[in-house]
């Protein structure tokens, strides 16, 4: 079992519309839970980030996370054509030889059409 | 005002060639990563310095060489370029270990 999966997409909405972005993984030691995104030949750029289940609110977007199901979500209220990049889910763990490590899932390429 | 700055942008170089990329960042940071994200966007960790000390060595050939002249560079040697190097490399910083990661805008590596 790969250690974090996210659907590549691509994923394709209407400006307006509300996107859930979803990620899971398998290692208990992550945790801490970020989005990345990326916008095309740009480098990543932290979005959003937190270490404790529950939700995590920054204006349109809304970080989820479900430790118990090892589950991360990120949802985008009110799309627009700006949102459109690729969302890369990331974690990391709290302590080791290897802190500062990032885990990345493969990115979910999202498309949001005026 | 550039944080992370890496230079080239693009690298276009024949199979069998020595190359590398520089990567500098003025933001003060005490930690620096190079990453490789390949043709399917996946992102993976290479090298990661901190104080110009190895701390993290993924299974990278050891084709790859990481040099760290002092805390505000990071290059990235590479010989005997094979056609699989082609990717677009990042390089990245952050304070210190586990603190946030800042990206550069990435070298793209074309091995032909």
């Known amino acids: 079992q790969k250690e974090v999966e996210q659907d590549p997409g691509p994923l394709s909405v209407p400006e307006g519309a509300i996107v859930s972005l979803n990620c899971t993984y398998s290692?208990?030691?992550?945790?801490?839970f970020m989005w990345y995104r990326q916008y095309s030949r740009k480098g990543p750029e932290l979005l959003m980030y937190t270490y404790s289940s529950g939700n995590k609110e920054d204006g349109r977007f809304t970080a989820q996370v479900d430790k118990s199901s090892k589950y991360i979500s990120l949802f985008i209220r009110d799309s627009q054509p700006s949102d459109s990049a690729t969302y890369l889910c990331a974690f990391r763990r709290n302590r080791g030889s290897t802190l500062g490590r990032l885990y990345f899932g493969r990115g979910t390429q999202l498309t949001v059409w005026p | 005002d550039t944080a992370v700055s890496q230079t080239p942008k693009y690298l276009v170089t024949q199979m069998g060639n020595d190359k590398s990329i520089k990567c500098e960042q003025n933001l003060g940071h005490d930690t620096m990563y190079w990453y490789k994200q390949d043709s399917k966007k996946f992102l993976k960790i290479m090298f990661s310095?901190?104080?110009?000390?190895?701390?993290i060595n993924e299974t990278v050939p050891n084709r790859f060489s990481p040099k760290s002249p002092d805390k505000a560079h990071l290059n990235l040697h590479i010989n005997s370029l094979e056609l699989g190097d082609s990717a677009v490399y990042f390089c990245a910083s952050s304070v210190e270990r586990g603190d946030t990661q800042y990206f550069g805008p990435g070298t793209r590596l074309t091995v032909l």
């Open positions: 310095y901190n104080n110009k000390e190895l701390i």
């Open positions: 290692n208990s030691a992550f945790q801490y």
